[in-house]
């Protein structure tokens, strides 16, 4: 097949390149202001210690046990038939849009105190499980990370050609053999990218700390960043911890980018290969309980959510209503700009060679390595001489927001670029369709569904979004999580049960505009 | 009126293909060879696509080497993607008027006039999708009548057509060439199709692109490439 290298034009340069210069400087940039601002001789304290040794032991450990149940998950739900399997597939799709804080409570809820599982080992004469530290960090981790990895793997088991399953069974392949010469080179080719790309989101996963962590032996290194700005007001240690999370990230992130497959977040819910094997007594027991237990772990929390949060929500606090107006004022903003971005980004690597593509798409998916701390404490110091940071919290705040969803929008925008170059690139050059006119009448109408679906993204992850904003809001200034995890630090559970609520409808209401928005032409 | 490929030179790693011939105003080619000879490549150089590595394109003596797709004298047809999903087929029609489709009221009576030479009169608000496959193509073919380009290059665009359809569209096509006085190129795995409706043919094998020579006489007395391929 022939394809047409369109030449790359001047706009595109433009504005892909702005992006690309703003992306360099807010990631490369701030590390840079960070890491003069540090002198390095004061060192490292052995609280410092502390944190990087719990923040590597903890993603090391969630990751690792993500992985590992995510494995015969996945596997029964490529290899059983039963209703609910679709309803199942798809929530497990949830959780990535789910805001932080609200999946904390719904884990307090049940592993908690007064929980569900404490009550029940109560009965049985144990002592209650204290969710706050190690433990509860790993169990939220695990909580997100899970269904992820589920999917991720679960994309390579539907991967495996149907005709491969015909012919293990015309030969009279076990089930452990199948095993063998099927499913094991696949998990080998998936697991490693999967592993990755779980630890690196459980090292920046910050809401999770704050909420679960804190103190001497729970203190993850972000946590400690943030503690450096807000309590200690001690910016050098702070670029001290931001330059070693910066090293952990980068470290990670150019393994990852190695051996890692591209992401991709579409899912085929067509029916799975019909399968000859997985039929045995056992095995269909097996299958069924665990995925039981995965369905038990994965809603009980949110549906304990929904029911503390009924009553209150009628009855919310006052400071939840401004809040809400707040984080809908950063959602859209933050959502229509990582859009554009992303687009701009897109349409400049669509155009070029492949080796120059190939390293501009790495610098937009590192992004994913920058730790908002890292960016926000680079901010503070870049701008702390001249204006007043705090000041600056709601442009701030869109900032670092729009480089966190940024990765995930360009792993969307992308490819739908790129097979409309691919499909209609020439007949659109023959017909002397340029610039604009292109782009109105051949680019827009074909990526508008992806558009949508990034920006509806882009909204719900800005809209639950607990992390930077902590380092830079003044006390009279809160987003709904904010709102949240105060509530929260006060033991006003209740009405915070009732903010997840207002907070996660309204995430999805954002989500399914943006995303209805882009699907509402039907001639795609 | 006659395109010279110039001493021109095709290399993308180990292929190679040379092209070094003439095609004259009016001219009914075919253009025939194994798969992966090149013959798609010899069209997508023509049509401004690819970049020939050495050598040049010539139109009446001009050299069109670097010439942007739109503003060649070819119109290509593919064997699918000829025509927007999103767009309606008088919409797929105008573009080949105007690209930003700010048509005025002729030019949507010559879009209504062009879908009816194709025999789809009154289907101008559909969508592709609604459409057979063979309509499809004629909806390309009907853009294809407007923009009035001195050559028509068919890239196998009636390769998933049944044989009746096929010989159908190839009559189509033969008869709005016959009216336009258009060269015809196009490319062909089979000899019966070559026969039907072009005088010429080309032959594209073993990394070169032969001059062209009368259908009949080279079927009827095939050089050994040729008969490699045919299997006589």
């Known amino acids: 097949m022939t394809q047409y290298q369109k030449p790359t034009t001047l706009f595109e340069i433009l504005m892909g390149g702005t992006v690309l210069a703003f992306l360099l400087l807010l990631t490369v940039g701030t590390v840079i202001a960070v890491g003069t601002a540090t002198s390095f001789q004061q060192g490292l304290n052995p609280s410092d210690w502390a944190a990087i040794r719990f923040t590597i032991l903890q993603a090391l450990t969630s990751a690792t046990l993500s992985i590992m149940i995510a494995i015969p998950t996945a596997r029964a739900l490529a290899r059983q038939q039963f209703r609910g399997r679709q309803i199942m597939i798809s929530l497990l799709g949830a ?62 088991w539907l991967a495996i050609p149907s005709e491969h399953f015909r012919l293990a069974a015309q030969l009279g392949f076990s089930t452990s053999e199948i095993n063998r010469r099927l499913e094991r080179p696949m998990l080998l080719s998936i697991i490693p990218g999967a592993f990755l790309l779980i630890f690196l989101l459980c090292i920046t996963s910050f809401a999770v700390a704050l909420a679960l962590g804190g103190g001497p032996r729970a203190t993850t290194v972000e946590l400690a960043i943030y503690q450096a700005i807000r309590f200690d007001f001690d910016l050098s240690k702070a670029a001290t911890l931001a330059i070693i999370q910066f090293g952990i990230c980068t470290l990670i992130a150019l393994v990852a980018l190695k051996i890692a497959r591209p992401m991709d977040f579409t899912i085929s819910l067509d029916q799975p290969a019909k399968r000859w094997d997985g039929h045995e007594r056992h095995t269909r027991t097996f299958d069924k309980v665990l995925l039981l237990l995965v369905a038990f772990f994965l809603f009980a929390p949110l549906i304990s959510i929904l029911l503390k949060g009924l009553q209150p929500l009628l009855s919310l606090p006052t400071q939840v209503w401004p809040a809400l107006w707040k984080s809908v004022s950063i959602a859209i903003p933050a959502a229509v700009i990582t859009t554009t971005s992303a687009t701009a980004l897109a349409a400049l690597i669509a155009s070029l060679s492949k080796h120059t593509a190939t390293a501009v798409e790495s610098v937009g998916f590192l992004t994913l390595a920058a ?78 569904r992806a558009l949508g679906f990034a920006t509806g993204l882009s909204a719900a992850l800005s809209m639950g979004d607990l992390g930077v904003v902590t380092l830079f809001a003044p006390p009279d200034f809160a987003t709904l999580p904010l709102t949240m995890y105060r509530l929260m630090a006060a033991y006003q559970m209740d009405a915070a049960a009732g903010t997840a609520l207002l907070l996660v409808a309204t995430s999805l209401a954002l989500f399914w505009i943006f995303d209805r928005g882009g699907r509402s032409d039907h001639f795609i | 009126m006659t395109i010279s490929f110039d001493n021109v030179t095709i290399k993308q790693g180990a292929f190679t293909l040379t092209a070094d011939l003439s095609i004259k105003k009016g001219q009914k080619i075919a253009l025939l060879g194994p798969s992966g000879s090149g013959k798609s490549t010899l069209l997508s150089v023509l049509a401004g696509f690819k970049t020939p590595t050495s050598g040049r394109i010539l139109w009446n003596g001009t050299d069109i080497t670097d010439t942007h797709p739109a503003k060649r004298p070819i119109t290509l047809l593919f064997q699918d993607h000829n025509l927007f999903p999103h767009l309606t087929t008088a919409q797929n029609i105008g573009l080949g008027i105007r690209p930003n489709l700010r048509l005025n009221n002729t030019e949507h009576e010559m879009v209504e006039y062009a879908l009816s030479r194709v025999g789809l009169k009154g289907q101008s608000k559909k969508r592709p999708a609604q459409l057979s496959g063979g309509e499809q193509q004629r909806v390309a073919i009907a853009r294809a009548l407007l923009r009035e380009k001195p050559i028509l290059a068919l890239d196998e665009p009636f390769v998933a057509l049944g044989p009746a359809l096929k010989h159908e569209m190839l009559d189509l096509v033969a008869e709005i060439v016959h009216n336009t006085g258009a060269t015809l190129l196009m490319i062909t795995h089979q000899p019966e199709d070559a026969l039907w409706i072009t005088d010429q043919t080309v032959l594209v094998a073993q990394g070169a692109a032969h001059a062209p020579k009368d259908t009949k006489s080279l079927l009827k007395n095939p050089p050994k490439a040729l008969r490699a391929y045919l299997g006589t």
Do not use: C
Request: hydrophobic content about 55%.
């Open chain 1, 95 to 156: 959780p990535f849009i789910l805001p932080a804080i609200v999946a904390v409570l719904g884990i307090i809820a049940v592993w908690g105190r007064s929980g569900l599982i404490s009550d029940g080992l109560k009965a049985l004469g144990t002592e209650p499980l204290n969710i706050y530290g190690f433990t509860g960090i790993i169990l939220a981790h695990i909580f997100f990370n899970l269904p992820l990895a589920t999917r991720l793997i679960l994309q390579g």
């Open chain 1, 371 to 448: 730790s908002p701390f890292v960016i926000g404490t680079g901010l503070f110091i870049l701008l702390n001489p001249y204006f007043n940071p705090f000041a600056l919290a709601l442009p701030l705040t869109i900032t670092v927001n729009v480089i966190m969803s940024l990765p995930f929008a360009l792993r969307i925008i992308l490819p739908a670029i790129i097979r409309n170059q691919n499909d209609y690139g020439r007949l659109g050059a023959s017909l002397g369709m340029t610039g604009i006119t292109f782009f109105r009448l051949a680019i827009w109408p074909r990526i508008k």
